[in-house]
């Protein structure tokens, strides 16, 4: 059974970075797509970033800040966030899909972390 722990999330100011972890286990993400997505308080998800073998995505309001990237021997996948905004405040999760089935596109993912807080605030 496969599983994924986020870590990484924390109170940082305007202009701040981090770095987000997403540490897989019971599967190798070499083989899977896997994305961020982040919610805000009263907001839907969205798709924040996504890795897979066709390349990094980045959705387009944190192009230029937010870099996404993949260590195998690690088995893990980091989102670097730099030049944060409040509007970047939410609850960051990531998802695999095995790329036999899925995508970056996908709407089902076959695992799921359990989140990790960011708060951009003065």
């Known amino acids: 059974q496969g599983r994924l722990v986020e870590s990484g999330g924390a109170l940082v100011q305007p202009g701040g970075s981090l770095r987000l972890s997403c540490a897989a286990s019971?599967?190798?993400?070499?083989?899977?797509?896997i994305a961020w997505f982040r919610q805000a308080p009263g907001k839907e998800r969205e798709g924040v970033s996504c890795?897979?073998?066709?390349?990094?995505y980045l959705t387009d309001s944190v192009k230029g800040r937010f870099t996404i990237s993949r260590d195998n021997a690690e088995n893990t996948v980091y989102l670097q966030m730099d030049s944060l905004k409040p509007e970047d405040t939410g609850i960051y999760y990531c998802?695999?899909?095995?790329?036999?089935?899925?995508?970056?596109?996908?709407?089902?993912?076959?695992?799921w972390g359990q989140g990790t807080q960011v708060t951009v605030s003065s």
């Open positions: 890795f897979s073998t066709h390349g990094p």
């Open positions: 019971g599967f190798t993400v070499d083989r899977y797509a």
């Open positions: 998802a695999a899909v095995n790329e036999g089935w899925g995508s970056c596109s996908s709407r089902v993912y076959d695992y």
